[in-house]
């Protein structure tokens, strides 16, 4: 039935829960697993000054380039933890952007049959307010969402 699974980490403690769920479907219904994780972008209007200050266009880059490299390691975590499941067809993927936008539209372009996500808890106000990315993936999805808690 979910021939292929787009899994989306952010390598906090709720991933590791959301890995193990989906490692356990993929297993059971011999899937494809799409491992995604969504780093944040970073630019001058993302970052907070007080008063006047210049700051280099490296200082970005930089700081761009260690969010990429901290969500390739997590992403490498994850792909060596479905190994040790004996999850036959992983693929990893690193994108940047809104993370519930680029997570629909990689299931969208893959052709994927279930996202599976974690659930930061957030309740009553808080998510009326803000939002969440689980939230917005499963209003807006083509395909089964399933949210790990």
Do not use: W
């Not at 994780?37 to 200050?53: D, L, N, Q, R, Y």
């Not at 969208?108 to 996500?117: A, C, D, Q, Y």
């Amino acid at each position: 039935m979910f021939h292929k699974i787009v899994v989306a980490i952010d390598g906090s403690e709720v991933s590791y829960q959301v890995l193990e769920t989906a490692f356990h479907l993929a297993k059971e219904q011999q899937s494809e697993l799409s491992i995604v994780h969504v780093g944040k972008e970073t630019t001058a209007a993302s970052v907070a000054f007080i008063g006047m200050a210049y700051v280099p266009k490296d200082y970005f880059t930089s700081i761009q380039e260690n969010v990429k490299q901290e969500g390739e390691q997590i992403l490498h975590k994850a792909a060596s933890l479905a190994e040790e499941a004996g999850i036959i067809s992983v693929q990893t993927f690193y994108m940047t952007g809104d993370p519930a936008e680029v997570i629909l539209d990689f299931a969208e372009k893959h052709g994927s049959n279930l996202i599976v996500v974690g659930s930061r808890g957030l309740s009553g106000i808080k998510e009326l307010m803000l939002g969440s990315v689980s939230h917005k993936i499963s209003q807006y999805s083509k395909c089964p969402v399933l949210i790990v808690r």
